[in-house]
């Protein structure tokens, strides 16, 4: 299991030029998400976000919300510009986290399965279905002497967005995380103290627009 530590931008012509000169183009790929949920949206109001990219299952949840050593207001803004969540990969790990959310309705089958039909199955028994479902496409640079990854997305829908992202290993240094991250973010010009919304946001406030008010109410998003 990782950390993301990531802060979201809103990527200009100066910035990419900027990133351009300072990063190393890593290269650009496409990827399809497919996000699930229970038509009530049980895991995305508790901010669990699980989805299938490339064929493989993930699952970001949030960290316990600890104050990641900040002793400074300098060290709370960066902090509050970042989001922090774990992300799984492991299927058995994620299907029991969503467990302890959805209780199955069915018992676990006896019969010998395919891993494609226990996969099925699994989504039939937790009632999740797919509520977005949007392409990327991806350019990735890296600022090696900070150890950061900046992703530019681009998604089907008409929305750009820039990613600062740190993935750590559990129990890893936020703190320095978010220093890294700040650095970089001051090497592209970035300003503005507010956070960024990222695709997710901009794709439920158009096709979901009641759940994306919940999602704002129970500050989530
Ligand atoms: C909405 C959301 C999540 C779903 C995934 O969002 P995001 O990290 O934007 O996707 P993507 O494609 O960049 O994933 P990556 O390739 O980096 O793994 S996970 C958590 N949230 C909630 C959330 C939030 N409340 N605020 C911000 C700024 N971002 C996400």
């Not at 089958?109 to 699994?122: A, D, F, L």
Request: hydrophobic share 35%; charged share 35%; with cysteine.
């Amino acid at each position: 299991m990782s950390v993301e530590v990531e802060r979201k931008f809103v990527c200009t012509a100066d910035t990419v030029k900027t990133l351009e000169e300072i990063g190393v183009f890593l290269g650009q790929r496409q990827f399809c998400d497919h996000y699930f949920d229970t038509p009530k949206f049980d895991l995305t109001l508790r901010d669990m976000w699980l989805r299938k990219r490339k064929g493989c299952w993930e699952l970001k949840c949030p960290t316990i919300a600890d104050k990641a050593g900040e002793t400074s207001r300098e060290q709370s803004k960066a902090a509050a510009m970042c989001s922090r969540y774990k992300e799984i990969t492991n299927l058995p790990e994620i299907q029991l986290r969503v467990k302890e959310v959805i209780k199955d309705v069915c018992e676990d089958s006896e019969t010998e399965t395919s891993p494609s039909q226990e996969e099925e199955s699994w989504i039939i028994r937790n009632n999740l279905v797919c509520f977005a479902e949007f392409t990327t496409v991806r350019r990735s640079f890296s600022l090696k002497e900070e150890g950061v990854q900046v992703d530019l997305d681009e998604a089907d829908f008409g929305f750009h967005v820039g990613e600062i992202e740190v993935l750590l290993s559990e129990g890893g240094d936020v703190q320095s995380a978010l220093e890294k991250i700040e650095r970089t973010a001051g090497k592209l010009g970035l300003s503005g103290d507010k956070r960024v919304e990222g695709k997710m946001h901009a794709y439920l406030r158009r096709n979901h627009p009641e759940h994306f008010a919940k999602l704002l109410s129970e500050h989530i998003l």
